[in-house]
């Protein structure tokens, strides 16, 4: 209702600013010909106009932006053009007032460039988007988790999707015998549930543990479907379907919906997989 007030004043304002430029410009120049009992009408219509137009601008922002969060960041999409930041790219947050009084979510990368914002229109917009701020802040502001001793071995170090899978499932299929990238010291396999379920790791990280999980003789089926959901971040669920046995945890429509937020190179492997 207090937004509702404040685009009638605010469409009133304009109505009559409008009125007085009009009144200086076109009728004082044909009083003689002008009806002004049409006056009234023509300045309520005017005032219902301006006050539609500065509500219907929020509308359209909102329709405009969608925002979800996962374990590991925000997927946005404005206008189609989608967008996944990781937590550790992302500044901080906050509900503001615009011009209008309208509140508005506000999201920032880590310069402090707003890259959202979002009009919450009505209670329960109001109420869903402070939700959504109180779960984004806790989350940016999370504890980095130490990087495990298989981290180098697990890292994608610039490679090629595919040539980082083929290391990967070298390791899986290698266990404690194999060493990883450039490694020379044995890997250490039994760090790598506690790394798929830690959402303190980096998807990277998380995403090539259960890679590797999945592509061990006997395929750690249970630590993966446990830890992987469809609130996993992008990269995850992805090399989770591309292993040989993860396509039970993360369909082809799962996959799907996230291919949006992945990289070229790993939308092209989703679709090449096909």
């Known amino acids: 209702m207090a937004t509702m007030k404040r685009a009638s004043m605010v469409g009133a304002s304009l109505a009559g600013l409008t009125a007085y430029l009009a009144w200086g410009s076109f009728v004082r120049s044909r009083e003689d010909e002008l009806d002004f009992t049409y006056v009234p009408i023509v300045f309520v219509v005017a005032t219902l106009f301006a006050a539609a137009i500065v509500l219907v601008l929020p509308f359209w922002r909102a329709l405009r932006v969608k925002l979800s969060l996962d374990e590991g960041g925000v997927r946005c999409a404005v206008d189609g053009f989608v967008t996944y930041y990781p937590w550790l790219l992302l500044g901080s947050g906050c509900v503001e007032n615009d011009w209008v009084g309208i509140p508005t979510l506000i999201l920032t990368n880590e310069s402090g460039r707003a890259f959202a914002r979002v009009p919450l229109l009505g209670g329960r917009a109001h109420s869903n988007g402070t939700t959504l701020l109180q779960s984004y802040e806790l989350r940016r502001s999370g504890a980095i988790a130490r990087a495990p001793l298989v981290a180098r071995a697990l890292a994608r170090q610039g490679r090629p999707l595919a040539a980082w899978l083929e290391a990967l499932a070298a390791l899986g299929a290698g266990g404690d015998k194999r060493t990883g990238y450039r490694e020379q010291a044995p890997l250490?396999?039994?760090?790598?549930?506690?790394?798929?379920?830690?959402?303190?790791?980096?998807?990277?990280?998380?995403?090539?543990?259960?890679?590797?999980?999945?592509?061990?003789?006997?395929?750690?089926?249970?630590?993966v479907r446990g830890a992987v959901t469809e609130a996993a971040p992008p990269l995850v669920q992805l090399l989770v379907h591309l292993s040989p046995a993860g396509k039970v945890i993360v369909s082809r429509e799962s996959a799907l919906d996230v291919r949006p937020f992945l990289e070229p190179d790993e939308a092209a492997e989703l679709d090449r997989v096909a």
Do not use: K, M, N
């Open 188 to 223: 250490d396999l039994g760090e790598l549930p506690s790394i798929v379920s830690d959402l303190g790791q980096t998807p990277e990280l998380r995403a090539a543990a259960a890679y590797v999980l999945l592509a061990q003789r006997e395929p750690d089926l249970d630590t």
